[in-house]
Structure formats: structure tokens, C-alpha cells
T-cell receptor, first 115, second 110 residues
Framework: DTEVTQTPKHLVMGMTNKKSLKCEQHMGHRAMYWYKQKAKKPPELMFVYSYEKLSINESVPSRFSPECPNSSLLNLHLHALQPEDSALYLC??????????????FGDGTRLSIL | ELKVEQNPLFLSMQEGKNYTIYCNYS?????LYWYRQDPGKSLESLFV?????AVKQEGRLMASLDTKARLSTLHITAAVHDLSATYFC??????????FGPGTRLSVLP
């Protein structure tokens, strides 16, 4: 069992739908991350929140919109996605943004399929 | 731009054998991590390496870091089937960047 909880585990949506991915951690971590992982590839960093403020946006298309309502929650709002956006979306958290002496803790991910 | 390479990308080895996975990175770094990922699963943290010469061991796995060579190794001793997984190294720079290597897919055969 992971300490970072992601919901839903699976999501199938059409290109015109709006949906949200959710991530929650109760470890007191102040940095939270969204990654995208395609099959047989490494995770690619999308967004970083540090102390509930967006600190990194790795040139992600605007159809992905992150939100950090509080220090324990991280959302990823999805709108008008493309088939190539189908992937595993991983949330992670760490004590500090740089996570200097602690690793990032990953959730189990949401497997997203765009029809 | 920070780039991270791993080799080999694929490794098939017999139980009981030893092998080493290599992780090279392109710019100076203040931290390096090793993660394990089983198929369809999330990433599990294995090691955090912060300083030159750092060595950490857990069971049959041992990781080391040479910051001057920009090289980390993950050594597997007397492999067992349960170690079959994909192993990623991930490197952070002194700022906000954090990059994963391409992964090494390990299969341990009986």
C-alpha cells in the first residue's frame, strides 16, 4: 500500500469530456508532483507544487490544468484531451520541493485512456 | 540540459549471478535516486545518494555514487526471480529539475 492515494485508478474519456484526477497524501509533505508515463518509458515531470504554489510547469499543454487546494491534495483537471494523452499519470510527494535527502513517494497512478 | 542515461536497457540474467546497472548523467547534481517499478505498478524508492562516494545496501542490491565521474551503479548480488522489474535512476540538479533515466528492464531467469 502506498501513502499517496490517487483516484480513480482507471479512467476512460472522450476527447470532449472534462474530468479530474485526484491525489492525496497525509505525510505532511510540502511538495507534490504530477508525472506522465507512457508504456515502457520513464516518468516525465509535468508540474511541481511547492507549499501549494505552482513552481514548475514543464511546458505542458493547457488542456492539463493542475490545482492544489491545500497541502494534502493535488488535482489534475483534464479537458479536450487527445489520444496521445493516454498514459499512466503518477502523483508523487516529498518533504521539500528539492526533496534533498528524501525520495519522492509515488501513488499507484491513474491509467487514462482517451477515445 | 540535464540528461540521464542507463545501461544496459535490457538485462536478462540467471538466478545466482551478479550484475551491475550503470547510470550516467550530464551535469553536476546534488542528489541521485534509484527506483524500482513492477509492471503495471507504481515506483518504489530504493536508494537516495547525496554525496561523492556514497554507498548504500539493501538485501541483494547495492548502490554507489561517483559525482566526479557523474556515475552511479546499482549492483545485484546473487539475483533471485523476485528482483525482476524495471529499475530507474533519477537525477536532480541544484535547482528544480528532476530527470529519470530510460530504465533498465531486468529479467531474472531460473
Amino acid at each position: 500500500d502506498t501513502e499517496v492515494t490517487q483516484t480513480p485508478k482507471h479512467l476512460v474519456m472522450g476527447m470532449t469530456n472534462k474530468k479530474s484526477l485526484k491525489c492525496e497524501q497525509h505525510m505532511g509533505h510540502r511538495a507534490m508532483y504530477w508525472y506522465k508515463q507512457k508504456a515502457k518509458k520513464p516518468p516525465e515531470l509535468m508540474f511541481v507544487y511547492s507549499y501549494e504554489k505552482l513552481s514548475i510547469n514543464e511546458s505542458v499543454p493547457s488542456r492539463f490544468s493542475p490545482e492544489c487546494p491545500n497541502s494534502s491534495l493535488l488535482n489534475l483537471h483534464l479537458h479536450a484531451l487527445q489520444p496521445e494523452d493516454s498514459a499512466l499519470y503518477l502523483c508523487a510527494s516529498s518533504q521539500e520541493r528539492t526533496g534533498a535527502n528524501q525520495p519522492q513517494h509515488f501513488g499507484d497512478g491513474t491509467r487514462l485512456s482517451i477515445l | 540540459e540535464l540528461k540521464v542515461e542507463q545501461n544496459p536497457l535490457f538485462l536478462s540474467m540467471q538466478e545466482g549471478k551478479n550484475y551491475t546497472i550503470y547510470c550516467n548523467y550530464s551535469t553536476t547534481s546534488d542528489r541521485l535516486y534509484w527506483y524500482r517499478q513492477d509492471p503495471g505498478k507504481s515506483l518504489e524508492s530504493l536508494f537516495v545518494l547525496l554525496s561523492n562516494g556514497a554507498v548504500k545496501q539493501e538485501g541483494r542490491l547495492m548502490a554507489s555514487l561517483d559525482t566526479k565521474a557523474r556515475l552511479s551503479t546499482l549492483h545485484i548480488t546473487a539475483a533471485v526471480h523476485d528482483l525482476s522489474a524495471t529499475y530507474f535512476c533519477a537525477v536532480g540538479d541544484y535547482g528544480q529539475n528532476f530527470v529519470f533515466g530510460p530504465g533498465t528492464r531486468l529479467s531474472v531467469l531460473p
